[in-house]
């Protein structure tokens, strides 16, 4: 098991972005604040689990007991009448422009600190602590904020980098296993998108990948997770794969497209299942996605078979789905046009595999393909 922390430094719009990953990442948050003290956005679901571990954490800042507001995690945190009542509180507060924001919880929780942070006098400091693995590898690396509006997911949000990104794995004792599967689809999607080692790692880990996570309870932490695999080591390589993609393409002009693997139909399948139902979680989603674009691109003989197969086995062994009843074409076509990644000038581009570690950023797909390869 890996010990040593993991540091990977980003320049990100000409801000500096440090992520730092281990058991004792936390303890850095007093580099990244400078006088005066921080306020905190914390997730309710660590506010308890974690406190003193949390309190240590502040201590290392000289700020024991920081203003902090808890909050719910989870997408319903993610509004415009919540963002108000952040704004509500930072009055309170009192923080200025040179003030930092600490975000601690769940992708969602420092979705929505982040864009306070980015908007509050204009923009203020934001350190971020990512508690569950979807955070880590994916939601608190790149410099995006948003919240949901107008019955869309992310539609109002801006670049703001936080200044450090302290990754502690221990947070993730606590996580339930569903949110566990959604980080994997996330952490499968990076390593097959730039780290073809670190995907036939975790391919190879498969059966103790199944015994954790393929069972039932998703709503329950997982026995024994932490001790099982090399988590340090998978999750900085795939933030190692995040942070160089997003180095090389901040704004999302080219190259950070490639991180949409399986994201335009996930979305899609995601929306409509919400709409219809039973829902699937972002994850689930994602996973077969791209299971459905690497079946569409082996068949086109665009990708090695093996890599196809590969995927799809790896996702199954995370207990993820790869198949699901063909929606309406017409709706999942209305769907798929409504994909706010696409652009008005190049309309939809879908990321295909040709293999392991290459991606095709500009691929065009039919809807009947993806409808032949769905179910
Ligand atoms: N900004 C980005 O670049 C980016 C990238 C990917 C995803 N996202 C966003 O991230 C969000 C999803 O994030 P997520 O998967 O972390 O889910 P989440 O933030 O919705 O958290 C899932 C649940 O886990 C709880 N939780 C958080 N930490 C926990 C812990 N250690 N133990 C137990 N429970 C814990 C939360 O309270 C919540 O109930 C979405 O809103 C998505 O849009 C953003």
Redesign the pocket.
């Known amino acids: 098991m890996s010990t040593r922390p993991i540091r990977i430094g980003m320049t990100l719009g000409g801000r500096s972005s440090t992520f730092v990953l281990g058991p004792l990442a936390g303890l850095e948050l007093g580099a990244f604040v400078p006088h005066p003290p921080p306020v905190v956005i914390l997730?309710?679901?660590?506010a308890s689990?974690h406190a003193p571990w949390l309190e240590q954490i502040h201590q290392s800042c000289g700020h024991p007991s920081p203003r902090t507001l808890i909050l719910s995690?989870?997408?319903g945190c993610?509004t415009l009448a919540k963002l108000e009542e952040v704004y509500g509180w930072l009055a309170e507060c009192g923080l200025r422009r040179d003030g930092v924001i600490v975000g601690i919880?769940?992708?969602?929780?420092l979705?929505l600190a982040g864009m306070a942070a980015a908007t509050w006098c204009r923009g203020v400091g934001f350190v971020s602590v990512p508690?569950?693995l979807?955070?880590m590898v994916?939601?608190s690396i790149?410099g995006?904020?948003?919240v949901n509006a107008a019955g869309l997911?992310?539609p109002v949000g801006c670049f703001h980098p936080a200044s450090g990104i302290l990754a502690d794995p221990g947070?993730?004792s606590?996580?339930?296993r569903g949110?566990w599967r959604?980080?994997l689809a996330e952490l499968i999607k990076t390593a097959a998108i730039g780290d073809p080692e670190l995907f036939r790692e975790m391919h190879e880990a498969r059966p103790r990948l199944f015994t954790l996570f393929a069972g039932p309870d998703a709503d329950r932490p997982v026995p024994g997770v932490l001790g099982s695999l090399d988590w340090t080591s998978w999750i900085g390589r795939a933030a190692s794969v995040k942070a160089r993609i997003v180095t090389r393409d901040f704004q999302e002009g080219g190259l950070r497209r490639s991180l949409n693997l399986g994201h335009t139909l996930g979305h899609a399948l995601e929306a409509i299942s919400h709409r219809n139902g039973p829902p699937l979680s972002?994850g689930q989603a994602v996973a077969i996605g791209m299971a459905v674009v690497f079946r569409v691109a082996a068949q086109r003989g665009d990708c090695p078979l093996p890599a196809a197969v590969q995927m799809v086995e790896l996702l199954e062994a995370c207990g993820l789905p790869v198949s699901h009843p063909a929606p309406d074409p017409a709706e999942l076509e209305r769907m798929l046009q409504g994909d706010k990644k696409q652009t008005s000038r190049q309309g939809l581009n879908w990321v295909l595999p040709r293999g392991l570690g290459q991606m095709n950023i500009f691929g065009q797909v039919r809807t009947e393909e993806i409808l032949r390869w769905l179910d």
């Open positions: 997730d309710q679901a660590v689990g995690g989870g997408e993610k919880g769940g992708g969602a929780v979705d508690t569950t979807l955070a994916d939601a790149g995006k904020t948003a997911k992310n947070f993730l606590s996580l339930p949110a959604d980080g972002h």
